[in-house]
Each structure stands twice: as structure tokens, then as C-alpha cells.
């Protein structure tokens, strides 16, 4: 089946430094992913859509300069948490799809922030 | 807008069966799923039904969704332990290529042995 990885599972930062988190689909070229941000027992909010080669879309509230994407290939896309706070942590979840195929998602990624 | 609810926890015992119910609000929607997610985990698709069905069964899981009342139910058939886990519910648009999913709150399922 479709496997989406996702690194680091967890980090520890200082307040002020950049994070990024990869997300890669292991099996499959995927033509879309997804960056979610969960926050304790809550729900998944999306926060931004990317297609690879192009720039990413934003959802409402989700500031671009604060979480940089990076979708360089169909495998790989960067999520880049700039001068991080702690109120930026989070566990953080991307997914990877082939079109209008199911999501698949990542095992996530913990960022706790100092 | 778009919102998606759900119960928030559930408790059943083991070998009993569990329904785990889901409303949701975009009348649009092709594809609804259902996602497990286990504590410090990703989410794992558990199952998914079509907009123009109304039931779906997968061995220990039926999904029944009420398309008019826009109610959508996941029914575990003898629930085991190891089923314990947020469930969450997804609605996916109609928008194209990048169809978002919308999910719902999640639901608490706790399977007593």
C-alpha cells in the first residue's frame, strides 16, 4: 500500500529557531500534499495545500511566512517552521495523494518548542 | 461553512458492537471516510463510502450514511481492545484536483475488556 513517511517523529527546539519537517511518499509519486497541524486532543486543521512545482495554498488564518512549503519533487515536501515560538507547538501531520485518489497520511511529527 | 461534529467519547465493552456517529454540513460532498488514529499517531483510513451509496460493509465495519439528514455512522462489529482510539470522520468537496477533507471533531473510543 501507498507509505508516507514523515521526519523528525518528534523535536525539541529552542524559541526563536527554524524547524523543518519532510514528508515523503515512499511508493508513489504524489501530485498533491497536505501539511495539518493537530493540536491536543482536537481535530486536524488543514493549513496548506501544495502541488508539486508550484506554490503552496494557504488556508485562512495560516500565515505563509511563518510555515514555509517547499514541494521540490512529486516525493518530498518541506514544512518549515520559521523563529518558532511555543505556541507554534503542535503535532504536525502531512498527507500525500495521486490526484484525486485517497489521502494517505504521514505518522506525524511532535514539535515542542522552549 | 463547512463543520463536521461528532460525539466526543464512547465506551463499550469488549465483544459488544460500537457506533460511532458523525453529522456533517456540505451537501457537495462525493467521497466521506472514516480515519483511526491511535495515541501519537498518524491516521489510518479505515474505511471510505461513496456520496451516492448508503451502506458499506468492510468485515467488522459497516458504514451507513443518511444522505438527506447528511448523517454518517461507523458500526464496529465485536470490538476488541485493540479498536480503542480516536475515530475521526472526513467529508471530502468537490473542488477538483485539490479536494480538501474536512474532518470532524473525533471521537474517543474506549473498548473495556
Known amino acids: 500500500g501507498a507509505v508516507v513517511s514523515q521526519h523528525p517523529s518528534r523535536v525539541i527546539c529552542k524559541s526563536g529557531t527554524s524547524v523543518k519537517i519532510e514528508c515523503r511518499s515512499l511508493?508513489?509519486?504524489?501530485?498533491?500534499m497536505f501539511w495539518y497541524r493537530q493540536f491536543p486532543k482536537q481535530s486536524l486543521m488543514l493549513m496548506a495545500t501544495s502541488n508539486e512545482g508550484s506554490k503552496a495554498t494557504y488556508e485562512q488564518g495560516v500565515e505563509k511566512d511563518k510555515f514555509l512549503i517547499n514541494h521540490a519533487s512529486l516525493t518530498l515536501s518541506t514544512l518549515t517552521v520559521t523563529s518558532a515560538h511555543p505556541e507554534d507547538s503542535s503535532f504536525y501531520i502531512c498527507s500525500a495523494r495521486v490526484l484525486q485518489e485517497t489521502q494517505y497520511f504521514g505518522p506525524g511529527t511532535r514539535l515542542l518548542v522552549l | 461553512g463547512e463543520d463536521v461534529e461528532q460525539s466526543l467519547f464512547l465506551s463499550v465493552r469488549e465483544g459488544d458492537s460500537s457506533v460511532i456517529n458523525c453529522t456533517y454540513t456540505?451537501?457537495?460532498?462525493?467521497?466521506l471516510y472514516w480515519y483511526k488514529q491511535e495515541p501519537g499517531a498518524g491516521l489510518q483510513l479505515l474505511t471510505y463510502?461513496?456520496?451516492?451509496?448508503d451502506m458499506k460493509q468492510d468485515q467488522r465495519l459497516t458504514v451507513l450514511l443518511n444522505k438527506k439528514d447528511k448523517h454518517l455512522s461507523l458500526r464496529i462489529a465485536d470490538t476488541q481492545t485493540g479498536d480503542s482510539a480516536i475515530y475521526f470522520c472526513a467529508e471530502e468537496g468537490n473542488g477538483g484536483a485539490t479536494n480538501k477533507l474536512i474532518f470532524g471533531t473525533g471521537t474517543l473510543l474506549a473498548v473495556q475488556p
Open positions: 456540505d451537501s457537495s460532498s462525493t467521497y
Open positions: 511508493d508513489f509519486q504524489a501530485t498533491t
Open positions: 463510502i461513496f456520496s451516492n451509496m
